[in-house]
């Protein structure tokens, strides 16, 4: 199972609002169990991930927490979701070595340019559909993507 | 190093050597000198210009290749164009026109080139044309056709695309570190070809193959791309994925147009995107 899998089955567990799943094949384990299904308590109804993980499966702290945190928040009020509109590689500047075109925290409006994402030499940027500030960036840069993958949250601007 | 200069470019030019009946006649854009077709072909997008209109520069001041890179567009010595495009097909689809460019330069060129034989202005041995996945064209094996796409959507719609090609025609010569990779119709045959008309084979080519992809023959364009690519299958390549090489053999493509790469203990990778080489 590779990240992007993963991220799609942590997805499916909390939208289907399931408390406990567990998986296994070819030496890999996944166990999540979530303590407050999703909207018994929206700030602590985060998917806790078990280990152990093949060599190259496995999830840094940082990682982790933003996929916990999409999970958590992807739902929620207030909050929208940028996915990826391919399958391809994702950029999130227009070069490499020059600064990203957002950052966590960043003010971004409609139709500003949040990355590329790239197959087969097309280049595809991807523009932010409303108005609000960046409060997770879910890719790392030059990581491959799937079609429907989630890449950004943005904080609706209010009123 | 004396690139030939005389093979004046316009609009009527190009117009003149396309069917009466072409998509592209009256929607002919050319300019001495811009920063990048692709530029100006998606700026012309946004202020409504048509479908099937073309941008074509003499030269280019920031010719674009992938993520920043550049491309050599010596002034009067290539063709540099760009083709607007509106496809009422889904985006996840639109990655597929880069291959079709790929197929139609190729075809195009293949033409030009039997017409020269033919009219006894070439010997019979005409340059191999080839294509590296996903789809630089290349003469004798070194890359004489780059091609760059771009997509705007409009929430989960096609708004439009632009495909820029950029052909090396007349140079003589490159500066390294080009030198070694690229090439041109003029080093390859010895005969400057017309840029008007080469171009203008190219967008009649282009025209019957988006037909078909605006019919949704998908499959068709994967297989023609199969027959003319000696990347298709059985070659040994290492590709540049992701800051990681990953070598293989290769064995086709899957009906995204995705190559498939096969691994030393027999596992297939799919590449998306990624630089080949040999």
């Given at each position: ?159 | ?229 000696t990347y298709a299958g059985g070659r040994n ?12 053999v290769t064995r086709g ?26």
């Amino acid at each position: 199972m590779d990240l992007s899998e993963l991220k799609e089955l942590l997805r499916t567990v909390v939208e289907n609002d399931i408390s406990e799943f567990e998986y296994e094949e070819a030496g890999v384990r996944i166990r999540i169990k979530r303590d407050h299904p999703a909207g018994a308590s929206g700030e602590d109804s985060r998917p806790i991930t078990e280990s152990p993980f093949n060599a190259g499966h496995s999830l840094g702290g940082d990682e982790r927490q933003s996929i916990a945190k999409a999970a958590a928040q992807g739902t929620a009020a207030g909050i929208h979701t940028i996915v990826s509109p391919i399958v391809g590689t994702f950029y999130n500047g227009p070069s490499p070595g020059v600064d990203p075109f957002v950052h966590v925290g960043d003010m971004v409006q409609e139709g500003t340019v949040l990355c590329i994402v790239e197959a087969m030499k097309l280049m595809n940027e991807v523009k932010s559909d409303v108005s609000g500030k960046v409060i997770d960036i879910l890719v790392e840069n030059s990581q491959p993507v799937e079609y429907g993958q989630k890449l950004y949250l943005i904080q609706l601007r209010k009123g | 190093m004396s690139d030939f200069t005389t093979d004046p470019m316009d609009a009527t030019r190009i117009e003149r050597a396309l069917d009466r009946s072409s998509w592209f006649r009256g929607k002919i854009h050319y300019y001495h000198s811009v920063d990048s077709t692709n530029t100006v072909a998606l700026a012309q997008a946004a202020r409504g210009d048509p479908e099937a209109s073309v941008y074509v520069a003499d030269g280019q001041l920031q010719g674009r290749g992938k993520l920043g890179r550049s491309w050599y567009s010596k002034p009067g010595a290539g063709i540099y164009a760009s083709i607007l495009l509106r496809p009422n097909i889904e985006p996840r689809r639109i990655p597929l026109l880069t291959l079709l460019a790929a197929v139609v330069v190729v075809e195009a060129i293949a033409q030009v080139l039997q017409e020269a034989v033919r009219c006894e202005l070439m010997d019979n041995s005409p340059p191999a044309l080839d294509i590296k996945w996903p789809n630089d064209v290349l003469l004798n094996g070194r890359k004489f056709c780059g091609i760059l796409s771009e997509m705007v959507l409009l929430g989960n719609d096609t708004k439009h695309a632009v495909v820029g090609l950029g052909l090396n025609v007349h140079q003589d010569s490159f500066p390294p570190p080009l030198d070694v990779s690229a090439t041109s119709l003029f080093i390859e045959t010895g005969r400057h070809f017309g840029r008007a008309d080469v171009l203008a084979a190219i967008l009649k080519k282009f025209e019957t193959w988006y037909i078909d992809f605006s019919q949704r023959r998908f499959d068709k364009v994967i297989s023609r791309w199969s027959e003319l690519s000696t990347y298709a299958g059985g070659r040994n390549v290492t590709v540049e994925k992701e800051g990681r090489a990953i070598s293989g053999v290769t064995r086709g493509l899957d009906r995204s147009g995705a190559l498939l790469l096969e691994r030393a203990n027999g596992s297939i990778e799919t590449i998306v995107a990624g630089e080949i080489f040999d």
